[in-house]
Every structure is written in structure tokens, then in C-alpha cells.
């Protein structure tokens, strides 16, 4: 009996801590600083062009947040006043930070009910994930205090503890909507909604090791079985790289005009402003067209079967040694 118990103990996966996690991030990527949204660029909420103003929150917007904000209280895609910030951008590491409201405050509130962190190792690729949320249900007067974000990846154990702030890499890799889902083609993903600012980092067809580093994120993209796909000559893969997952299933479609965005008002469905792929798109809808159409039609043949007819899959993995 006790060797059974043993046994099941020794066979017992054991989740990492934060500081644990972060630690490796920190050794094997980058150090993150602590940090103050408020230094952040503000990411504007706008309807027909227009400024909103703090409060209240606008159900639907020109370019709303395109990642889901259910948690309970959210006031939806549109809210106004999150921020984003770049806290490292060289030829060693990006790491970026976006402080998210989901609910209406006034204007200058430091109060913020997600932040996001990513790292990103130029070197190989390697990639980290942080998130912080409120406690739900999300309310005005409570939230994080965005003016003193402690670091969540350091060497030495700092002396504010972090995880009172930060989610356990377990929750962050598996609590939906995983971050690892979503950014299936790389590290940072484009949109609209932060390409309103100057805050984003690019690394487009840089190395992407998404599951690098810890134990937790190994074991989620495990189960995700996610890769790369593309076709010969194609115009859309030519500027990024197309993960199987959410880049198939959700983005490639909210990109080009056939999706539906969450919050997204009238102005946001006519063209050119619905085919935000490419970015700074200045084509005629039949120049459009005519550069992009059939390389779209070829992609979304591979999403659905990426051993199909000149489907080509992109692995996620180390740098190749040189030989």
C-alpha cells in the first residue's frame, strides 16, 4: 500500500510557482522591471472618428479590443482608458505590457482590471506570459493599482511579493482564453486596437519558441498541437507567419471582412477599415482583391486541412544548429 502511494505521489504533477517560472523567463530571456501604466500610451476608444469621452463605456466602437473581455462586471470590447506600454525593445529582448480596463473609471484613474505582459527572446525565440486580473465582479472603485506593477520575472525573489498581483503560470496557460491560443502566429499579434499606439513590438518572422520555458506552458501547447501553415508564394505569409489555432479560426477571418468583431460598430464593417489585413491598407476593395484573395482562399484551405494539396506546415522549435 505505502508503495502505491509512492508511486501515485512520485507520478503527481507538481504546478510551478510564479517565482519559479519567472525566474527562468528572467535567466533566459529578460529581466522585467517593475513598472507604472500610467506611463503607458493611452489606446483610444473612438466612434465615427471621434474621441468617447472616460465614462460610460460605448457597447460598440471603431476598433474595439479584440481580445474577449467576459469576466463578470465587464463593461465590453470598448472601454476606454487601457494602456499600453513597451518596457524593453532591442536586438536581445521584447517585452511588452498592456494594462486593459474593462470597466469605466474617470479619467486618470490608475485603478485597471487586466495587465498583460509577454517576453520575447530575439536571440531564439524563446517567449514568456504574464497576466494579472482584478477580482471579479469587476467593479469602479476596485481593481489593480496600475501605478506600482511589481516585476513578475526576477533572479532574486523580490522583496513585494508578486504573486499577490500575478496568476500562477498554471492559470495562465490553461484558463481560457489562454494566451497561447490566441498568439499562434508570434509573440505580439496586430490589431487595430493597439495599432493605435506606438506600443508594439515586431518580430514577425523571428524565432518563436513558445513552449521553451516552463513546465506548465509545455504541457498546454502539448495539447494544443499548434504550428505554423502557409503555401508557396503566398502573399498574406509573405508579411507573417499563420498559426493553426486562433490565426485560423478567428483572426484570418476578422482581418479580411468576413468575421464579425465583438463590439465593432457600423464604421468598422465597411471597407477599407473591415480588411485590416494589410496593415495601412490603402487598395481599392478590387486591388484588394486581386493581391489577396486567392492566397486567403489557399490559407483557409490548409487551416482546414494542413496536409492538403501545397499546405506547407511551419514547426515552432529551436533554432536550427548551424552545420
Excluded at 486591388?287 to 490559407?299: C, G, I, Y
Aim: net charge positive.
Amino acid at each position: 500500500m505505502r508503495a502505491l502511494l509512492l508511486l501515485l505521489l512520485a507520478g503527481t504533477v507538481q504546478a510551478e510557482t510564479l517565482f519559479e517560472y519567472g525566474r527562468q523567463c528572467a535567466a533566459q530571456i529578460s529581466e522585467i522591471p517593475a513598472f507604472n501604466c500610467m506611463a503607458g500610451e493611452e489606446i483610444p476608444i473612438t466612434i465615427d472618428g471621434k474621441p468617447v469621452p472616460p465614462q460610460p463605456a460605448p457597447a460598440r466602437c471603431d476598433k474595439p479590443s479584440l481580445l474577449p473581455q467576459h469576466d463578470k462586471g465587464s463593461q465590453g470590447q470598448c472601454v476606454p482608458g487601457s494602456r499600453a506600454l513597451v518596457l524593453r525593445d532591442d536586438t536581445t529582448a521584447q517585452i511588452s505590457a498592456i494594462c486593459r480596463k474593462q470597466v469605466a473609471r474617470v479619467a486618470g484613474s490608475h485603478l485597471f482590471d487586466e495587465i498583460n505582459v509577454i517576453s520575447h527572446s530575439l536571440k531564439d525565440g524563446k517567449t514568456c506570459w504574464f497576466t494579472a486580473k482584478a477580482k471579479a465582479p469587476l467593479t469602479e472603485g476596485a481593481g489593480i493599482d496600475g501605478r506600482r506593477v511589481p516585476s513578475p520575472s526576477t533572479l532574486k525573489r523580490p522583496a513585494v511579493p508578486a504573486d499577490k498581483v500575478w496568476l500562477t503560470p498554471y492559470q495562465v496557460a490553461f484558463e481560457q482564453p489562454a494566451c497561447i491560443s490566441c498568439h499562434d502566429s508570434g509573440p505580439f499579434m496586430y490589431s487595430p486596437y493597439i495599432a493605435q499606439t506606438t506600443m508594439l513590438p515586431g518580430d514577425p518572422f523571428g524565432f518563436y519558441q513558445p513552449k521553451a520555458i516552463g513546465a506548465d506552458f509545455k504541457r498546454a501547447w502539448a495539447k494544443l498541437n499548434a504550428f505554423g501553415i502557409t503555401t508557396r508564394g503566398n502573399t498574406c505569409t509573405a508579411c507573417h507567419r499563420m498559426g493553426n489555432m486562433n490565426s485560423c479560426k478567428v483572426a484570418m477571418d476578422q482581418s479580411t471582412g468576413r468575421g464579425h468583431q465583438e463590439g465593432g460598430d457600423e464604421w468598422s464593417k465597411k471597407f477599407p477599415q473591415s480588411h485590416w489585413m494589410s496593415p495601412g491598407n490603402l487598395h481599392s476593395q478590387a486591388q484588394w482583391n486581386e493581391q489577396f484573395a486567392d492566397s486567403l482562399k489557399k490559407l483557409a484551405a490548409c487551416c482546414e486541412n494542413p496536409q492538403g494539396a501545397g499546405c506547407k506546415v511551419v514547426e515552432y522549435g529551436p533554432k536550427a544548429p548551424k552545420r
